[in-house]
């Protein structure tokens, strides 16, 4: 979701500077533009004194500015955050029965998910990443089936199998998974 989201907030600004730097580019040059555009020769500057003192007297104009600008600061912030915010877990906290607790490393705990799931019939390869917080994980399989795997049967082998190791050995209570299934790409065979 992260990626799709700077992907479009960086291909929309992209696209808005380049349209608005082309156009004032092409004014500058000495380009011909439409009538109704605000520039239109090479003396032009982007706000005459006119224009610069024209709203300040306005009671809406100050309010209205400084909300515009704290919704870009709020939304700047989001983003940045988003940034930071970790994709996979670092560590699992494990009820150790004792009250101390214990912290498996999360890497750990998917490469045993994903070992165990690789090695069912048909799976050509598996990755597993765990999300979530440390005390509820949850568990994202993608497996890459071959072409004679039933898809439904590899399921309800992971599920009875891989993901109900991992959270009886992590001492969850819970672990809610998603599981990708994707099949090999193989040429036809030839008949003769």
């Not at 696209?15 to 040059?29: D, Q, R, S």
């Not at 515009?68 to 983003?79: D, E, I, P, S, T």
């Amino acid at each position: 979701m992260r990626s799709t989201v700077n992907r479009v907030l960086l291909a929309l600004a992209g696209l808005v500077l380049v349209v608005l730097g082309g156009a004032v580019l092409a004014a500058g040059l000495g380009a011909s533009v439409p009538s109704w555009w605000p520039w239109d020769g090479k003396g032009d500057v982007l706000l005459s004194d006119a224009d610069r003192g024209r709203w300040r007297d306005e009671g809406w104009w100050w309010p209205t500015v400084i909300a515009v600008l704290a919704v870009l600061v709020v939304l700047a912030l989001w983003w940045l955050l988003a940034q930071l915010r970790r994709g996979r877990l670092a560590e699992v906290l494990v009820d150790s029965g004792d009250g101390e607790g214990a912290r498996l490393r999360g890497r750990a705990l998917e490469s045993a998910l994903a070992g165990e799931a690789g090695e069912l019939d048909g799976v050509s390869r598996a990755h597993a990443a765990l999300t979530g917080r440390r005390t509820a994980p949850r568990a994202r399989v993608r497996l890459l089936l071959e072409p004679h795997a039933a898809p439904l049967g590899t399921l309800n082998a992971v599920a009875d199998g891989a993901l109900t190791h991992a959270r009886q050995s992590a001492g969850l209570a819970e672990l809610p998974a998603e599981v990708r299934l994707r099949a090999v790409r193989h040429r036809a065979e030839r008949v003769s």
